[in-house]
């Protein structure tokens, strides 16, 4: 008789938990995976799948433009929020069926409930039932941090975004992070009123300071008003009294009550109606919707976790060492429960990581250095390595930057505008960074990443023959540094 039910247990069915079990479960390894939610977790769910959807759908209001300014004669269309909704879900429901049939034609056991740890080598089922196994792996991911704002629970988090019954006419958004931008273009672009309040001097905040400075202007110019330096005061639903009379700049002024109530009924969330926000800028204004992006939280919550040893920090993220393995020699834990880097191809590296050291003797642990990344605002980032203030604090750096209208966008008279950077050591001339706003950065970085990684240098770049016409070729035909630092 096995001593254990299972030799592999794994709580959490994102993407990281999903591949670590599939790989176990091909080298003969008996595996199971409980999950509370729907499988796929953050990414496909409610994360990287819908968000970039959204985007896409997001974008069409601008192409409309630009085809008449390229000779079509097209109008524009009125976006349908039900009719994209419907079809939003129906391909998340397709995917997560595709997560289930991968797990299943690996022999994976699947529970359809939350899971916790009882002891190191035993499992809690929500239905009370218990199964051991010889290595259990938490891969629970991460949630949206509500702040403890006084009527915080007015305010949607980005949870709630896609299960919107219909799209509010105004919203304000909480935060400064990629989360928070990416939906202030979204909900900008798909015809929502928005404003946006960041308590920090810049929005995205760790990422280098000239991209973050051209993605705010931009966004402003498409028509996000975008205030840094400003925090809620005061938030209240809003009354009959606010609604007829408005507040200074109130974009709802003249609205009536109950037509801004019925808009939001059914929204999702804790919220059902409009709620008047004042800021600390003295700004106050009545918006259909509030959405809190102010950051993320590790989902270790309920887990079991002090009872048998797991070591947690301060928000909650499980302590794991360079191979993802916890205080217990039976638990490891990959992905943004870790609150390493909260990615999902990151999670899913963490995860056959897991496998080649826990199931294949041999102990791997995961290069987390220069991780190419993408933020979907819009003008779109791409990014890997070191910021210019970061690399600047370290070595002497030369900076290679161009900013210039794009030919597709100036062609229809659009003042978009797109930076291409290069962060170069003057020691070693390899390049230490490369940052990149433009439409599809997140295309162009993840082939640029491929060099930054091989540690090319700036004179390898500059060997490079350019593709012409094309924005990228910039990043090969930049020959003198506009600065040293």
């Known amino acids: 008789m096995a001593k254990y039910d299972y030799d592999l247990f794994v709580i959490g069915g994102g993407s990281g938990g999903v591949r670590a079990a599939r790989v176990a479960a091909a080298t003969g390894a008996k595996v199971a995976l409980a999950e509370e939610d729907r499988m796929g977790g953050t990414c496909v769910i409610r994360g990287c799948v819908p968000k970039k959807l959204m985007v896409f759908a997001s974008e069409y209001r601008e192409i409309f433009a630009d085809a008449r300014a390229y000779g079509w004669d097209v109008q524009d269309g009125a976006f349908d929020w039900p009719r994209f909704r419907t079809a939003l879900h129906t391909e998340l429901d397709r995917l997560e069926q595709v997560y289930r049939k991968l797990l299943d034609g690996s022999g994976v056991d699947i529970f359809d409930t939350r899971a916790s740890l009882e002891d190191p080598h035993t499992v809690k089922l929500a239905d009370g039932g218990t199964k051991t196994a010889k290595v259990i792996l938490i891969a629970t991911g991460g949630r949206p941090d509500r702040p403890e704002t006084p009527n915080a629970d007015l305010g949607l988090v980005s949870d709630d975004l896609f299960g919107l019954e219909q799209l509010p006419t105004s919203i304000l958004i909480v935060g400064g992070g990629y989360i928070a931008c990416e939906f202030a273009g979204i909900l900008n672009g798909l015809g929502v009123e928005v404003t946006q309040f960041y308590r920090g001097a810049q929005i995205l905040r760790g990422f280098d300071g000239e991209a973050r400075g051209l993605i705010a202007d931009q966004m402003r110019e498409r028509g996000v008003d975008l205030h840094c330096g400003t925090n809620i005061v005061e938030m209240a639903p809003a009354t009959a009294e606010h609604m007829r009379h408005g507040t200074d700049s109130d974009a709802a002024m003249g609205a009536d009550l109950h037509q801004a109530q019925d ?69 490891y834990a990959i992905g943004d429960v870790t609150n390493r880097v909260q990615l999902t191809p990151v999670a899913i590296r963490e995860g056959m990581a897991f496998v080649e050291t826990a199931f294949k003797d041999n102990p791997t642990a995961v290069d987390h250095d220069l991780i190419p990344s993408a933020v979907f605002t819009q003008p779109e980032f791409g990014t890997v390595g070191l910021s210019e203030e970061e690399a600047r604090d370290r070595e002497p750096v030369e900076i290679y930057c161009t900013s210039f209208r794009p030919m597709q966008t100036a062609f229809a008279d659009r003042p978009d505008r797109v930076m291409m950077k290069l962060v170069v050591s003057q020691a070693s001339r390899r390049v230490l960074g490369c940052h990149i706003v433009a439409p599809n950065a997140g295309e162009m970085i993840q082939l640029a990443g491929i060099a930054v990684k091989m540690g090319a240098t700036k004179e390898d770049f500059d060997r490079t023959v350019a593709v012409h016409p094309t924005m990228a070729e910039e990043l090969v035909t930049m020959r003198d540094p506009v600065r040293s630092a």
């Open 263 to 331: 808009r939001a009924t059914g929204q999702g969330g804790a919220a059902g109606g409009p709620v008047r926000v004042k800021g600390s800028n003295g700004l106050e204004r009545v918006h259909d919707r509030v959405l809190f992006a102010t950051g993320r939280r590790p989902n270790s919550d309920g887990l079991g976790l002090a009872g048998i040893g797991v070591e947690t920090g301060r928000r909650g993220e499980i302590v794991v060492d360079a191979y993802s393995r916890t205080a217990v020699p039976s638990v």
